[in-house]
């Protein structure tokens, strides 16, 4: 097993790596496999996505609290094995029923991850763990890219086998993940303090507060991945291949910048800083991809190039507060527990914001452009604030458990 800190990092980033270029392979290919395979229709399959995705964000503070009781490690290695049996019952998808009830179950391991990654990365990370989480996310963007590439082999293919294979390189890559896992050493759970709560995340509003902002900021993720490519299509004078530019682009500075950007970002008050820098950052680039529908197709693709940019240094901005915050306002023997709990906040807004950005953006006109970027700008500049409130709440309960008296013995 793999004792000393590098190795331990070391060993569950290839761990991650694996699982991320498994999920960046099969993530273009689900629509397409349960229609063109499985004969199911795009809208019930898309309800269906959307459906398991909400009901899988509950796994999230369940998983974390095991992990956070019997430890990341035996966790995490279940948690994978489950996910690998649940990907595999694709393969006797035959119909409705029993697309929601497999869907769900991958949902439900999905809504999962983040709790078991983040306790795991909190243990490994040690005092560093915020720069190891950003280490950790530029893998997570070169995966993703790369098993993309590989998935768009069997996109191309477009046949029954092809699908067939891309399932199976997907449960192999959470045997492997779950295999370097096991490689770790055990993690032992650091002991929950007394007075700590049966649902302790859950009852911590000014964390749920931080979380759900975070959500609202986090509708960046899907302005670029769904209402960019329609609105670079359908809007602008831009060839459509510019879509692949925007990906390309964006993963590439990702990988490039996102350490380098999270370098100093440590502390609650630093992560609170971070995400409110990200919010005007944010706005700026939509600005610069709504004024792109107005001009000549050269000075649109320069104004979507330079928007990208711009949108993918808020999300730098925003993954190294994100990173900060989540680990730094959580007790330490309540790590997963919180990093699910944060997942749920996360979750709930890249889960809503397709319905938001479709309604602000592409029926509501300029009018709904100006509501998003200030909806985006004021979420950014709440953070501090009721990240401080948080902080302070975090430090008053460790004050109050401290002058607990300890059971004798």
Not at 33 to 52: E, P
Not at 325 to 345: D, K, R, T
Not at 396 to 405: A, F, I, L, S, V
Request: proline content about 5%; overall charge positive.
């Amino acid at each position: 097993m793999l004792r000393d800190g590098r190795s331990l990092r070391r060993g569950l980033a290839a761990a991650l790596f694996v699982r991320y270029l498994g999920a960046g392979s099969w993530a273009p290919l689900q629509v397409l496999f349960f229609v063109r395979s499985v004969g199911l229709s795009t809208g019930n399959v898309v309800m269906g996505l959307t459906a398991a995705g909400l009901a899988g964000l509950v796994a999230g503070p369940v998983v974390g609290r095991l992990a956070d009781r019997f430890g990341p490690r035996e966790v995490g290695i279940a948690g994978l094995i489950a996910q690998a049996a649940a990907a595999g019952a694709l393969l006797l998808v035959e119909g409705m029923t029993g697309f929601l009830v497999v869907i769900t179950l991958i949902a439900l391991g999905r809504g999962a991850f983040p709790a078991i990654s983040g306790a795991l990365i909190a243990y490994v990370g040690g005092e560093d763990r915020v720069a190891y989480r950003a280490r950790i996310y530029s893998l997570q963007n070169l995966a993703m890219v790369s098993g993309s590439l590989l998935g768009g082999l069997a996109l191309q293919a477009d046949t029954r086998t092809a699908y067939v294979i891309a399932i199976c390189a997907d449960v192999v890559s959470y045997l492997v993940a779950a295999v370097l896992v096991a490689r770790l050493p055990h993690l032992p759970p650091i002991p929950r303090e007394p007075g700590s709560g049966r649902h302790y995340a859950l009852t911590d509003r000014p964390f749920l507060a931080v979380s759900v902002l975070a959500g609202t900021l986090v509708m960046f993720d899907v302005f670029m991945t769904v209402l960019m490519p329609v609105w670079i299509a359908e809007y602008t004078k831009a060839p459509r291949w510019t879509v692949s530019l925007v990906f390309a682009l964006s993963c590439a500075l990702v990988v490039l910048l996102q350490t380098k950007v999270a370098k100093g970002v440590e502390t609650p008050r630093d992560g609170a800083l971070a995400m409110r820098r990200s919010g005007p950052v944010i706005a700026l680039a939509m600005g610069l991809v709504f004024a792109a529908a107005h001009v000549p197709m050269y000075a649109a693709m320069g104004l979507i190039l330079i928007g990208t940019a711009a949108l993918t240094f808020g999300e730098m901005l925003f993954t190294a507060g994100e990173y900060a915050l989540s680990f730094g306002l959580a007790p330490e023997h309540a790590q997963g527990e919180y990093q699910g709990v944060f997942s749920v906040g996360v979750g709930i807004g890249g889960a809503v914001a397709p319905t938001v950005l479709n309604a602000l953006c592409l029926s509501a006109g300029p009018l709904g452009w100006a509501v998003l970027v200030t909806l985006i700008v004021a979420a950014g500049a709440a953070v501090p604030p009721v990240a401080a409130i948080a902080e302070r709440g975090r430090d008053q309960r460790e004050r109050e458990r401290e002058r607990e008296p300890r059971p004798a013995g």
